[in-house]
């Protein structure tokens, strides 16, 4: 059982940058494939980006490639993700996802368990 509590949302001008994080409870969360989703009002929830349990393995969708960075701390047991050139698009509450799965996934149904969601907001 994995517990995932994110944080770090807000309201930002576009331009700007966030970042979110997501702690995680449980011991064997370095076991774990971690993503982040995304969804916005009347949208389907979206991959947005994921990392390998070692942290070695990363991806992103390509509407924030270049602009997010995904990381982990397996010490602290800890998802981050580094949101720069934020633009009002990106617009959503924010999920945190935790799958057990050797590779790095986009589809939202092989992931297990799911936070609460931070909301993020980006104003132009």
């Known amino acids: 059982q994995v517990q995932l509590v994110e944080s770090g949302g807000g309201l930002v001008q576009a331009g700007g940058s966030l970042r979110l994080s997501c702690a995680a409870s449980?011991?064997?969360?370095?076991?774990?494939?971690m993503g982040w989703f995304r969804q916005a009002p009347g949208k389907e929830r979206e991959f947005v980006a994921a990392i390998s349990p070692t942290g070695s393995g990363t991806d992103y969708a390509d509407s924030v490639k270049g602009r997010f960075t995904i990381s982990r701390d397996n010490a602290k047991n800890a998802v981050y993700v580094q949101m720069s050139s934020l633009k009002p698009e990106d617009t959503a509450v924010y999920y945190c996802?935790?799958?057990?799965?050797?590779?790095?996934?986009?589809?939202?149904?092989?992931?297990?368990?799911w936070g609460q969601g931070t909301q993020v907001t980006v104003s132009s």
């Open positions: 449980g011991r064997t969360f370095s076991n774990y494939v």
């Open positions: 996802a935790a799958g057990r799965m050797i590779r790095l996934t986009r589809i939202r149904q092989r992931y297990d368990y």
